[in-house]
C-alpha cells in the first residue's frame, strides 16, 4: 500500500496534486503548527523548572494532528493520546484554561486531579486523556455505536501510537468498530523510528490489520500535512455516509527519511511566494510572551483548595468521603496553620 | 402484585428502563438473541430492536470500554459481564477508566454505566463461575457496589442503578436466582442504596448481603429455637454504605456477626468490621466475628463445605453470645 502524499519532501506540490487552498487557508494551518511548536518549547522549560511534572510534545505530529483536526466538524468528537493536547486549543480551548489544567492550578476544571498531559476539554469535544495506553480506541468505538445509535451524522476521530497499537484494547476497539460498523476513524501515528516500531509491531504495514477487521484501511505521509487532511476527510465523510470506519496509517517523519512537516508546510508556502520566516517570527514571539504571562498568572492563583481532592469522585459525595474530607481539613487546621485551602 | 423470581425481576426492570427511555441499551455475551445465558435479557431485543439490545463479541474489555464510550456520551449502558469471574479482562478499563473518568475530567465526564453480573458460588460452577468480586470494586474510588437479595430489591435497586450518574457494579446472587420468589410491583419502582433491617432481634447483629441472606434467616430461625434472637441486616449498597443502619442495630445489640461468601482476607467484611470497631466499640459486648469463604480459590466437589451455610452462621452467633 503506497502512502498517500501530496507534497514533496521540499514542500512543492507533486505533479497535478496541488491542494489548491487559499492561502489565507494554508497560514491559519501554518500558525497553528507554529503556536505547538511554541508551546513544545515553552512547555519544555516549565518542566526544567519543575512547574509540569511530565508532558509529550507534539514536535514532528504536528501534520497528523492538524491534518485531522482541518477535516472533522465541531461535532465530531476527539479521542487523544497524550501527544495532541494542543488539539483542544485549535478547537477554540482557551489558554489560560489549557494552562491552569497542565500546572493544575485553582482554575483547572478538573481540579488538578489529573496530570500535565491528561486534558479534558469538553467544551470543544476533547475527551479526557488516559494514560493508560490504548484504552480510548474502544471508548472512541463505542461513543461512534451511540453517535450512529442516535442517528446523528457524527463521528470520533481516535490517535494512537505504536505503543497502543500493541494493545489489546486496539485489536479490542478495532474489531468491536467492525462488527459493529460505527462512524469513527482509527488515525494510527507511527514513531518515525521504523526499527523502533517493528520491534513492537512487526514489519507488516499497521494498515494492512485494517483488513482482518473489515476495516478500510489508507497509509499516508503524516508530515504532509495535505495528505493527512485527504485522507482523514474521505474517512469522515465515508462515516457520515454510513460505510463505517476507516484505518489510517500516518508515517510519522515521511516515507523519505525525517521530513519536519512544518518544514514542509513552508516549503510549500514559500512556492507560494509566501515568506515562511517572517511568517514563523510573526507568531512564534508573540505567542511565546502570552503563554508566559498566563502561566504567571495562573502560578499567583495557587493549588486547588484541599476539599477538592474529595470532588467529582461520585457526582454527591459519599457519607465516607464527606467525613475524610472533614478529617483532612481537621487536620490541615491545626497542622498547616490554619490553612486548608 | 405478580410473584417474579430474581431474573423475572432483573428482566422486568431492564424491560421497564428500555421502554421508557430511549437513552438505555442493554448488551454483552449471548444477552440479545439468545436472551442471556440465565435468560434474564430473555425477550428483549424482540421487543426493543437489535440497536437497543444487541450481542457482542467475546470480549470483557470490549464490553466495558463500549459502554464507557457510551456514557461519556450520554447514554445510559446497561451491560452484562456473563459471569463476574469473567470481569477480569475489563479490571483495567472498569478501575482505570470507568472510575475516574468523572474525577480525571472535574466532573464534566460523567460515566453512568450500570454493570450487571451475576457472581458467587452454590451452583456448581467451579472457580470459574463462584466468584465474589466486591471487594476489588468495593476498593476502587469511583465506583458503586450494589448487592440485591430477592427479586423486589433486585427490580428496584437496578432501577435506581441505571438512573444513577455513576459507575454501578450490579452484583447478581446467581445461586438464588430462581430460588427466591417474592412478590415484586409490575410498574417501575426505585429503592435508596440504603441497607435495610431484614428481621429484628435483640441478642446479635448478623451484617451480610446477596445470597448469604438466606442462610441468615434460617441460622436465625436455628437461633430462635435455642432462645437467641437475631437481627438481620441486609446491606445492599456495599458502596456508598449505610453505616447508621448497621451501627444502630450494633448498639442495640452489642454483638456482630458479619457474612459473605468472599474469601476472608481483605475481604467486605472487614472494612465493616473496622468501621464498627471505630464507631461502636463501647458498645461491644464481645470481638466481631465473620462467617466468610477460606482462603483458597473457590472449589468445586466441595462448594458446600466452602460457602458460609446456616449452620456456621448458627455456630458464630452461639460463640459470640456465650462470649
Redesign the interface.
Known amino acids: 500500500m503506497t502512502p498517500l502524499s501530496i507534497l514533496s519532501p521540499s514542500g512543492a506540490p507533486k505533479q497535478g496534486a496541488d491542494p489548491a487552498w487559499s492561502i489565507e487557508r494554508v497560514v491559519a494551518l501554518h500558525r497553528a503548527m507554529v503556536r505547538s511548536r511554541v508551546l513544545d518549547r515553552v512547555v519544555g522549560d516549565l518542566q526544567r523548572r519543575g512547574l509540569v511534572s511530565v508532558f509529550a510534545p507534539a514536535q514532528g505530529h504536528e501534520a497528523h494532528i492538524y491534518g485531522s483536526l482541518l477535516a472533522l466538524k465541531d461535532t465530531d468528537w476527539i479521542f487523544a493520546d497524550v501527544r495532541q493536547g494542543a488539539a483542544a486549543l485549535y478547537r477554540g480551548f482557551p489558554l489560560e484554561s489549557w494552562l491552569a489544567q497542565l500546572l493544575g492550578t485553582r482554575s483547572a476544571a478538573h481540579r488538578g486531579h489529573a496530570h500535565p498531559t491528561e486534558f479534558t476539554a469538553k467544551p470543544v469535544n476533547f475527551v479526557s486523556v488516559s494514560s493508560p495506553v490504548g484504552t480510548q480506541i474502544i471508548h472512541a468505538s463505542g461513543t461512534a455505536q451511540g453517535m450512529k445509535a442516535r442517528g446523528t451524522d457524527e463521528c470520533a476521530l481516535v490517535w494512537f501510537g505504536p505503543a497502543a497499537g500493541a494493545s489489546g484494547d486496539c485489536h479490542v476497539g478495532l474489531n468491536f468498530a467492525g462488527v459493529y460498523n460505527v462512524p469513527a476513524v482509527f488515525y494510527f501515528c507511527s514513531s518515525g523510528d521504523p526499527s523502533a516500531d517493528a520491534a513492537r509491531l512487526g514489519d507488516a504495514p499497521f494498515a494492512d490489520r485494517g483488513e482482518g477487521y473489515g476495516i478500510r484501511a489508507v497509509r499516508v505521509d503524516g508530515s504532509d500535512v495535505f495528505a493527512v487532511y485527504a485522507a482523514v476527510a474521505d474517512a469522515v465523510r465515508k462515516a457520515r455516509d454510513g460505510q463505517g470506519p476507516t484505518l489510517i496509517e500516518g508515517l510519522t517523519g515521511g516515507p523519505d527519511g525525517t521530513v519536519d512537516p512544518l518544514a514542509r508546510l513552508e516549503g510549500y508556502l514559500a512556492s507560494r511566494g509566501e515568506d515562511p520566516a517572517a511568517l514563523r517570527r510573526a507568531v512564534d514571539v508573540a505567542f511565546e510572551a502570552e503563554i508566559r504571562a498566563r502561566v504567571e498568572e495562573l502560578l499567583a492563583e495557587g493549588p486547588p483548595a484541599t476539599g477538592s481532592i474529595f470532588e467529582d469522585v461520585f457526582a454527591t459525595p459519599s457519607p465516607q468521603l464527606h467525613a475524610q474530607r472533614v478529617s483532612l481539613e481537621t487536620h490541615r487546621r491545626r497542622f498547616a496553620g490554619g490553612v486548608i485551602d | 402484585m405478580p410473584t417474579m423470581n430474581i431474573i423475572q425481576a432483573v428482566n422486568s426492570a431492564l424491560d421497564s428502563a428500555l421502554a421508557t427511555d430511549p437513552d438505555v441499551?442493554v448488551f454483552g455475551e449471548d444477552v440479545g438473541r439468545f436472551g442471556g445465558v440465565f435468560r434474564a435479557t430473555d425477550g428483549l431485543q424482540a421487543k426493543h430492536g437489535e440497536?437497543?439490545v444487541f450481542d457482542?463479541?467475546l470480549?470483557e474489555?470490549?464490553i466495558i470500554?463500549?459502554?464507557?464510550?457510551?456514557a461519556?456520551?450520554?447514554?445510559k449502558?446497561v451491560p452484562e459481564i456473563q459471569f463476574s469471574d469473567f470481569i477480569y479482562p475489563a479490571f483495567?478499563?472498569i478501575v482505570?477508566?470507568m472510575a475516574?473518568?468523572?474525577?480525571?475530567?472535574?466532573?464534566?465526564?460523567?460515566c453512568g454505566v450500570t454493570v450487571r453480573t451475576p457472581f458467587g458460588g452454590g451452583i456448581r460452577g467451579g472457580h470459574y463461575h463462584s466468584q465474589s468480586p466486591e471487594a476489588y470494586f468495593a476498593h476502587t474510588?469511583?465506583l458503586?457496589v450494589i448487592v440485591p437479595s430477592d427479586p423486589y430489591t433486585a427490580k428496584g435497586l437496578l432501577l435506581t442503578a441505571i438512573d444513577?450518574?455513576?459507575p454501578i457494579i450490579f452484583l447478581e446472587p446467581k445461586r438464588i436466582y430462581r430460588a427466591a420468589r417474592a412478590e415484586v410491583p409490575e410498574e417501575p419502582y426505585k429503592l435508596p442504596f440504603a441497607a435495610a433491617v431484614d428481621r429484628e432481634g435483640e441478642h446479635v447483629t448478623i451484617v451480610t448481603y446477596g445470597a448469604a441472606l438466606h442462610e441468615a434467616r434460617e441460622a436465625a430461625d436455628l437461633l430462635a429455637e435455642n432462645d437467641i434472637s437475631a437481627e438481620i441486616i441486609d446491606v445492599r449498597s456495599l458502596?456508598?454504605?449505610d453505616?447508621e443502619t448497621i451501627l444502630a442495630s450494633v448498639r442495640k445489640t452489642g454483638r456482630v456477626v458479619i457474612v459473605h461468601e468472599a474469601a476472608r482476607t481483605c475481604g467486605y467484611g472487614a472494612e465493616l468490621a473496622a468501621i464498627i470497631a471505630e464507631k461502636a466499640l463501647l458498645h461491644l459486648e464481645a470481638p466481631i466475628l465473620r462467617v466468610t469463604g477460606y482462603d483458597t480459590p473457590f472449589p468445586y466437589t466441595l462448594e458446600q463445605q466452602y460457602l458460609p451455610d446456616a449452620l456456621k452462621i448458627f455456630e458464630a452467633c452461639e460463640t459470640t453470645v456465650d462470649f
Open positions: 441499551f440497536d437497543r457482542t463479541p470480549s474489555a470490549g470500554g463500549t459502554a464507557i464510550g457510551m461519556i456520551y450520554g447514554l449502558p483495567d478499563q482505570n477508566e475516574k473518568f468523572r474525577y480525571r475530567s472535574g466532573g464534566q465526564y460523567p474510588a469511583g458503586k444513577d450518574p455513576d458502596v456508598p454504605l453505616e
